[in-house]
Each structure stands twice: as structure tokens, then as C-alpha cells.
């Protein structure tokens, strides 16, 4: 097996430009033979672990991983019976209930703020920046939060509600910029008591709670970079709660990472490590989610700034990197860059789209949100 399992993958990756120990900086070079049949066995899941293991390098994997996934090589591997298992379990069981709406926080947000701090820009935006007319990571972020507030045709005194507000960017910006009042709901502690913190001197409230949770209503209802942790059994769910939340002459708004097909099942390695029951959207399960209660005013796609946000932060990871290896390990490091590497390599072949969406409720007068 071990034999056959070397061929078939040397040949798969060949089919991708890719040449085992080769001198081009994206090439693989191969540390553990264990690697091929691990490789054959659990698919991506296995590819990942082996590079947390140290078994193989690429000096750009960036490159790498964008060769493989313009080469569609995920689809000629077939993953056993733990790959298969991954599949069901998100076809049978609602793996973003309330319960377990908390464990991303745990597992991820919540890792530790001095990571965080050394990787994002000034406000600390932990999404995808807006680089039209930027030169830096902060401009680049201070662009993205304008553009949201653009679309949301703020006005002072105006109430919004943020599901999911990270570390608080977007609440604090709209409010010092434009005198309006935010709500944000988290489901990460460490989130919570920095935005808390942070933006203490600002008419903006953070709640550590589920976004099912949300009451009251609002002139605005948005999020940015919730979604992917939503679901496809909680589409409706969410759209509902946005329903009931939003005045009815309000405007809606989503920001979120998305896929070319509708799936019900994400990248089992990003599940096991990144981000724990995520899941990302396609176009035509939102809008499944929003019929007969949402009329779509713009969608606007800007997937391809996405890889220069996660270069920059991956440039900053590794920076502070002699600072922040006091408390994380070699092995944290090496999933960590795989992480940022591969999520770039996903927009990079794009595979991986990056939408916002601007809705309104059925019959309201339709809002100008021509903005770029």
C-alpha cells in the first residue's frame, strides 16, 4: 500500500504542477514517507495534520494549496471512513445549536487576546478588509467599516444591532464616526470584555450571548463574519430573528465568507482545529433563507481581498512571532500558518467568495445603497 500510495499521490500532484522535493518555492518537500498513505487515507484532514506534524514544508504554501485547488485535486481523493462519518454527522445532527453556539468562542476567539492583537490592524476587525483604496492593513479595515456604514445609510441617533460583534471594530467605529447607538451580541468571553473595555466611553451595550437571544427592535440589523457559524439547518432561524428584530422601514445587512455550491458539511480539518460546527453558505441557501421574508437591494462581492488580509496577518503573526513562541508552541505555529496559508489560497483560486448582502423587509421603499 505504501508504495501504491506514494505513485498516486506523486501523479496527483504532478496533475497540479506540483513536483515532490522540487526546487520551486512551491513545491512539496516531503520529510515522513508516512505522508502518502496518510495523505490517501483521511484526504485534506490528513494533509493538514502531517504539515502540523512536520512531516512535509513548502516554502510558499500559499502557492501550493492555490495549485491544488485550482487543480480540484480534494475532488479525486476519496477520504475514509472518518471523512465519510464527518459527512453525516453534519447531515443528521444540528451542529450549531444554542448549546453549542458557545464552543467556537471557547476554542477559538477566545485562544488569547495578545495573538489576536499582534495579528489584526488598530481596531482589531477580524475579517476581511477592503482594499480598493488602501495601502495598509489599518486603512484597508477603516475602508471595509466605512463601506458598511455607506451601505447602512446611518444617521445619528440611529439604533443597530450587531450579531456577532467581535471585538467590538464595528461598534466602536459606527458610533464615534456617526453618533448612532450599537448592540452587539458574542459568544466569545474575551471578545466581550475587551469591546466592553475598550469602547466603555461609547453609546454601544455588548451582551455574551447566543444571537437567537436578540430582542427589541432596531433601524439596522447587521452582521460581519457571523454567518459562517451559523449553519444551513439555522439559515431560516437566523433570517427570522433579523424578521423580528428589525423595523420595518430598517435596512439588513450581512457580511460573510461563502462557496461556489451549496454544501451541508465544511473542511473537516478547519472544524477539528479553526473553527469548531462551522460551516460556509452559498448564494442560494441564503436566499432560500430569505424568501417570503426579504427582498435582496445589493450583493456585492469583494472575495479576492480577502488573500492580501490574510497575507498581512499571517506577515504579523510571524513578526511577533519571537514574542508570542513564550506561550504558543512550535506546533500552534505550524497550524496556525497552514490556517491563514490555505484560507488565502481559497480566495486566491476562488473557491471561496467573500459577499455583502444589504436586504430590506418585503414592501419597504427600496434605500440607495449604490456605494461602489
Excluded at 445587512?253 to 461556489?260: A, P, Q, V
Excluded at 480539518?269 to 437591494?297: C, D, R
Excluded at 500552534?332 to 490556517?339: G, P
Aim: charged share 25%.
Amino acid at each position: 500500500m505504501g508504495n501504491q500510495a506514494k505513485a498516486i499521490v506523486v501523479e496527483l500532484l504532478e496533475s497540479a504542477g506540483i513536483e515532490v522535493n522540487g526546487n520551486r518555492p512551491y513545491d512539496i518537500q516531503i520529510h515522513d514517507e508516512r505522508f502518502y498513505k496518510r495523505v490517501i487515507n483521511e484526504a485534506y484532514l490528513g494533509f493538514g495534520e502531517s504539515y502540523m506534524d512536520g512531516w512535509w514544508d513548502s516554502e510558499r504554501l500559499d502557492e501550493l494549496i492555490t495549485k491544488l485547488a485550482l487543480a480540484k485535486l480534494d475532488e479525486k481523493i476519496k477520504g475514509n471512513w472518518k471523512i465519510a462519518l464527518h459527512l453525516l454527522r453534519s447531515k443528521l445532527f444540528n451542529l450549531q445549536t444554542s448549546s453549542r453556539s458557545f464552543e467556537v468562542g471557547q476554542k477559538h476567539y477566545d485562544i488569547g487576546n495578545d495573538l489576536y492583537e499582534a495579528m489584526l490592524d488598530k481596531r482589531m476587525n477580524y475579517t476581511s478588509a477592503y482594499w480598493k483604496n488602501a495601502s495598509n492593513l489599518d486603512e484597508a479595515q477603516e475602508a471595509k467599516l466605512e463601506l458598511v456604514c455607506k451601505k447602512l445609510n446611518l444617521e445619528e441617533g440611529m439604533t443597530i444591532l450587531e450579531l456577532g460583534c467581535g471585538f467590538g471594530s464595528f461598534a466602536g467605529y459606527a458610533a464615534e464616526k456617526y453618533g448612532v447607538k450599537v448592540t452587539g451580541y458574542t459568544v466569545s468571553k474575551n471578545q466581550y470584555e475587551y469591546a466592553k473595555e475598550r469602547y466603555k466611553d461609547l453609546p454601544v451595550e455588548f451582551k455574551l450571548a447566543d444571537y437567537r437571544t436578540a430582542e427589541g427592535q432596531y433601524d439596522r440589523v447587521i452582521s460581519i463574519g457571523i454567518m459562517e457559524h451559523v449553519g444551513y439547518k439555522n439559515y431560516r432561524t437566523y433570517m427570522e430573528v433579523v424578521k423580528r428584530t428589525l423595523k420595518f422601514d430598517g435596512i439588513g445587512f450581512i457580511h460573510t465568507i461563502g462557496r461556489n455550491d451549496s454544501a451541508t458539511t465544511a473542511n473537516p480539518w478547519i472544524t477539528k482545529y479553526i473553527f469548531p460546527n462551522g460551516m460556509l453558505p452559498s448564494i442560494a441557501q441564503l436566499s432560500k433563507a430569505m424568501e417570503n421574508i426579504f427582498v435582496i437591494e445589493d450583493l456585492h462581492n469583494f472575495g479576492p481581498d480577502y488573500d492580501p488580509t490574510l497575507m498581512a496577518w499571517y506577515n504579523n503573526v510571524n513578526t511577533a512571532w519571537d514574542e508570542l513562541k513564550k506561550k504558543y508552541d512550535e506546533r500552534f505555529k505550524r497550524m496556525w500558518d497552514f490556517y491563514l496559508l490555505s484560507s488565502a489560497a481559497g480566495f486566491r483560486s476562488r473557491d471561496t467568495q467573500l459577499w455583502q448582502f444589504v436586504f430590506t423587509h418585503e414592501g419597504r421603499k427600496q434605500p440607495d445603497v449604490r456605494v461602489c
